[in-house]
Structures are given as structure tokens and as C-alpha cells.
């Protein structure tokens, strides 16, 4: 394997994307709102709130499936806080936000392998890479880490940045550290990665039926829909999120990554690729 | 083999119902610069890609620089350059990175990536707009960088797709300088497609036509004149009245097809022969009547009038 090459598609890639407004806006602005801006807005707000106003009540109200078929385990944790605004901090920062979470390393490698495999056919500079002396698997595997680095990177980065936020804005409130647990661990160094893989994979699968970014992008989007389940699932009452349902999530996600990844190692021949071009 | 720098016999290349290359068996020699001629379609690029490895052909041997591209294909492609039709460089990088990622990626040694990509941005007219981005170059400029791509890591064997297009004349006589530099005095060897008729015969010892996927002609210009079975010319100049003269003097050489007169103030008599004996034939004539001749210049077939008769003959372009 000659890593230097694959180091040098791998930073041709995200230099590239790293130019690309069209690329960079929704990469900076997904994160910035749902573990920025959102969990800021949120913390001022709660940690401000009064735990007798009506609002709460009506927060209860309305999440009543939710609250109902709490697990034990939850519910235990939610008996040792004082009042019901800390106990709605508690559940939405920690079982409403990780579903949202996973979003972003699955956007993240997804948009950015559009841009490295769609894109470079868009662009026309596939051909020049093609006639370079890297072998099929060599130029395969550039073109898969380069969206999972930066899913992965921008995954951890963003619960550090989410974590902070939270912690900072609720302390007056909650009095420490709530974001971080057996669940959240498992989440960001199990669930993360696969989460970019199953972004990475369905553009692998996407990217050899169009031929634009623009195209590839829109399609490889419903890459999110087994995430957005898990959301709906949570407030619905299905699933909570807990240490389990972390596990068989990764397990489930890294499944599919590596089911669609395989099939995509065994359709990307340069010869295909350059039949196309 | 060896002193072969390309080598195919009987290389065939199908999508589907079309053939792309049919049947190609040709050789170019190391050190050559040998043009690949074709209209639109004929199967050069095809062959280019089958010739690096990145496509598998369905039939046929090859052999290029002592290897079989379809299984040797990394180690062909780090010795070839490729120029393809379109630059194919990322616009949104500068110079600079473009190149410095092909110099890791063609494997130049780690110490010397920066030199090299000095060199060559200075070689090709672009360091002073190295640290740009090539987005903002023009179409001359993109595609001189495109070349030093292809020339970056001292290729063996050079595939070079229409080098001129998009260049200025002195960019243009600087690009064939190189041509000829790199063949003649670096040994290596130039593969030029194109359908620059002139660049061709200005820079190629020898030349293939292809049409439809077929090599319809291989060899010297000279060589393909004569499978085309065209006439040698020759203009002779002459003394301005003795125009009258000389065309008397010569109509009656059995070898000198036509003649043609020309009595402007630098008199010219051309000669269309089909047997270069015709020549001292006519110069004998000449003399015995008293023409005055000052020059005899042979007119080279051009490598357009061959080409043109070679399609013509295959029933023209598709």
C-alpha cells in the first residue's frame, strides 16, 4: 500500500472541500445550529426558567409518551434532581440531543464524499488521477478516508464544542457535568465512526449513478432517514437512548456502512470509472 | 524488445457494439516522438487508456516500456506522463498544490518535491503565478500546467493529447523545443496525438492513422506519400523569360507527369514526376536548350494531403 499517495488524495480532497462555499456552508452551518446555537439558546433558557411556570407544565404535557415509558434506569436518574426544570434539561440534552448528534457525522462524510467522488467527475480532474500509478485499492481507500476523518473529526469536535455549551450556560442550573456518560462515550467513539461510514457508504453506492455534486448531494441525503427514525422513535416513547441502545445502534450502522463500502470496493475499477468519463 | 517502447499486437477494445480499437498491432521505438493521428473518435484515446492500463483490453498483447499494462499497470503508469484532452487540474488549488500532490502521488523523491515543482512552474512561463488559483488562469495557461503535470516526475514515455491547443505561437514553439529536447537529448520517448497536421510533421519521425478504431496507415511521411502512391514534386527556379523554354523542354519525359509554369519575376517551373530519375532527365533537357536553373527543391508530399487521401480513401469521418 503506498500511503504516501493515499495521504496526498486524502489532502487533495479536503483541501479541495475546504474551498468549495458550496460545500463548506452546510458543513459549518448544520453543526453550528444543532450543537452551537441550539444548546446555547436551550441552556440560557432553562437554566432561567421557573420551575413552577406554566410552560414546563406544558413541556411535561406535551412529552407525556415519552416521560411515561421511561426505563428505570432513567427514571432513577431523574428522581435525584430537586425540580422538573432540571429534569427537562436532563432529558433533552441527554436523550433528545445524541439522535440529533449522530446527524453530523453522517451529513459530514456524506457531503464531503459527494464532492470527492461526484464532484471530481463534475470538475473533470477524475482522468488525471486516473493515470496516476495508484492502484484501484490505493485510490478506493483515499477516496473513503478523507469523508470519514472529517465526519468523525467534525462528530467529536462538535460534542466537545456541544459539551462546553451546555455545561457553561446550565451550571447555574444543574451544577456540573451532565452531558458525559457510559452512553455519550459509547456514542462518540463507537457510534460516531459508524455514522460516518453509513455516510461515506451510501455515497460510494449514490456517487456511480450521477454525475454532479448537486445530484449526488440530494439523493445521498436520505442517509439520514435511519437517524431521524432513531429521533422519532425516542419521542415516541420506542427507544431511549442509553449504553444498549448505543451498541446496537453502532452495530447496526457499522453493518450497513460495511455491507455498502464492500459492494463499492467491488464496482470501483478505474477502467469503469474511466468508461464513464 | 527492449529498444521498444511501445509494443501491441492485435489490441482490441469494445463497448458494447462499437469497436474502439481494432486489431492495433504497432511499434514505437524508445526515444521516438511518434504521432497517433485521428478525427474525432477514431480510437486514440481509447488507446492512450489501454496503452496506461486503465482500461483492460479484450483482446490482444501489449507491451509498454518492458511491461504488461494490464497487469502491471502501477508500475507503467510511473513511468508515463499523460496529458488528456482536458487539463484536468483541480481550479479550485493553486499551482503549487496541483503539482506537489502529482509529485507524491508519481512518488518523487520526498526532498525534492519542492525543487522540482519550482523548476518546472519556471520551465513552463507560471512561477510568478504559482500561489494562485488555477481557477483563475487562462486557457493557455491551464493548459501549459496541465503539460508540466505530465512532465513533473521525468516520465519515460510521454502521452501528450493536442500539447498546442490553447497556446500562443511562441508557447507553442517553446512546448515543441521540449518535445524535441526530451526525445533527442533525454532518450525519452513522446506518443503525440493530435490533429495537428503541421505539429505532426514538424516534430514526428514517424506517424499511424487510425480510423474507426483501424490503423489505416503507419510510417514516415515519406513512407505513407508513397503507400498513398502520391508524386513527388519538385519546383525548379529559372530564368524569368525562359519560361516557354523549359516547359518544351521538358513535356517530353516520359516520367514527368504534368508541368506547371509560374512567370512572375521569380520564375518557377514545378515538375510532378513519378520516378525521381525524371529529375537529372529534366536538368539534362534543360541544359541541352539553354534554361538557365538556379535551384531544384523537392515539394514534400504534406502530411495533410496524405492524411486527407488516407480518409478519403476509407470512405470519409464519421
Excluded at chain 2, 503539460?147 to 516526475?153: D, E, M, N, P, S
Amino acid at each position: 500500500m503506498n500511503w504516501r499517495a493515499v495521504r496526498a488524495i486524502v489532502r487533495k480532497d479536503l483541501k479541495v472541500v475546504l474551498k468549495s462555499r458550496a460545500v463548506l456552508i452546510p458543513l459549518i452551518m448544520v453543526p453550528l445550529i444543532i450543537l452551537v446555537i441550539l444548546p446555547a439558546v436551550g441552556g440560557v433558557l432553562l437554566a432561567n426558567a421557573n420551575p413552577n411556570s406554566p410552560e414546563i407544565a406544558d413541556f411535561r404535557r406535551e412529552s407525556a409518551m415519552f416521560f411515561d415509558n421511561l426505563p428505570g434506569t432513567i427514571g432513577d436518574r431523574l428522581d435525584q434532581y430537586d425540580n422538573e426544570v432540571q429534569r427537562v434539561t436532563y432529558v433533552i440534552f441527554n436523550l433528545f440531543f445524541p439522535s440529533m448528534y449522530l446527524l453530523l457525522p453522517t451529513m459530514v462524510a456524506n457531503v464531503i464524499a459527494a464532492d470527492s467522488f461526484a464532484g471530481e467527475k463534475e470538475r473533470k480532474t477524475l482522468e488525471a488521477l486516473i493515470y496516476t500509478p495508484t492502484t484501484d485499492r490505493e485510490l478506493y481507500l483515499a477516496k473513503l478516508i478523507g469523508p470519514w476523518v472529517a465526519g468523525v473529526a467534525v462528530g467529536w469536535l462538535g460534542y466537545i464544542a456541544f459539551a462546553l455549551i451546555v455545561t457553561a450556560t446550565t451550571w447555574p442550573l444543574m451544577g456540573g457535568v451532565f452531558v458525559l456518560d457510559l452512553a455519550w462515550l459509547l456514542l462518540i467513539l463507537w457510534v460516531t465512526p459508524a455514522a460516518a461510514g453509513i455516510g461515506l457508504g451510501a455515497m460510494v453506492l449514490v456517487s456511480s449513478r450521477v454525475s454532479t455534486f448537486q445530484e449526488a448531494y440530494q439523493l445521498g441525503g436520505v442517509v439520514v432517514i435511519p437517524v431521524l427514525l432513531l429521533l422519532f422513535g425516542q419521542i415516541g416513547g420506542v427507544v431511549y437512548f442509553s449504553p444498549l441502545v448505543a451498541l446496537i445502534t453502532g452495530a447496526i450502522l457499522w453493518a450497513i456502512a460495511l455491507v455498502l463500502v464492500v459492494y463499492g470496493a467491488r464496482t470501483f475499477h478505474r477502467g469503469e470509472l474511466m468508461a464513464r468519463l | 524488445m527492449a529498444s521498444h517502447a511501445i509494443e501491441t499486437h492485435g489490441l482490441t477494445r469494445r463497448f458494447g457494439a462499437t469497436t474502439a480499437v481494432d486489431d492495433l498491432s504497432l511499434t514505437v521505438e524508445t526515444g521516438e516522438v511518434f504521432g497517433f493521428l485521428g478525427h474525432n473518435g477514431a480510437g486514440k484515446t481509447t488507446t492512450v487508456r489501454l496503452l496506461n492500463g486503465v482500461l483492460a483490453a479484450d483482446g490482444g498483447q501489449i507491451r509498454v516500456l518492458g511491461h504488461d499494462p494490464a497487469t502491471d499497470g502501477p508500475q507503467v503508469r510511473a513511468r508515463t506522463g499523460v496529458l488528456t484532452e482536458t487539463p484536468s487540474l483541480d481550479e479550485r488549488l493553486t499551482a503549487i498544490d496541483n503539482l506537489t500532490i502529482y509529485a507524491d502521488l508519481y512518488g518523487v523523491p520526498t526532498g525534492q518535491v519542492n525543487g522540482r515543482v519550482n523548476a518546472i512552474l519556471e520551465t513552463f512561463g507560471l512561477a510568478e503565478r504559482g500561489r494562485e488559483k488555477v481557477g483563475g488562469y487562462s486557457k493557455g495557461m491551464k493548459q501549459r500546467l496541465a503539460l508540466a503535470r505530465a512532465f513533473l516526475h521525468e516520465p519515460d514515455l510521454l502521452f501528450l493529447d493536442e500539447p498546442t491547443s490553447g497556446l500562443d505561437p511562441v508557447a507553442t514553439q517553446e512546448v515543441h523545443d521540449m518535445i524535441r529536447h526530451v526525445s533527442r537529448e533525454e532518450g525519452r520517448t513522446v506518443f503525440l496525438c493530435t490533429h495537428n497536421l503541421v505539429e505532426a510533421q514538424r516534430l514526428c519521425k514517424r506517424v499511424a492513422v487510425m480510423e474507426h478504431g483501424q490503423m489505416v496507415a503507419v510510417g514516415t511521411p515519406h513512407d505513407l506519400a508513397h503507400q498513398i502512391g502520391a508524386d513527388m514534386r519538385y519546383t525548379l527556379e529559372i530564368a524569368p523569360d525562359q519560361t516557354g523554354a523549359a516547359r518544351d523542354a521538358v513535356k517530353a519525359i516520359a516520367t514527368v507527369s504534368s508541368v506547371e509554369a509560374s512567370d512572375a519575376e521569380d520564375a518557377e517551373l514545378t515538375l510532378t514526376v513519378s520516378d525521381r530519375e525524371a529529375v537529372p532527365d529534366a536538368l539534362a533537357a534543360l541544359g541541352a536548350a539553354g534554361v538557365r536553373v538556379y535551384a531544384v527543391i523537392p515539394q514534400q508530399t504534406s502530411l495533410e494531403d496524405i492524411y486527407m487521401a488516407l480518409h478519403q480513401r476509407k470512405g470519409g469521418a464519421s
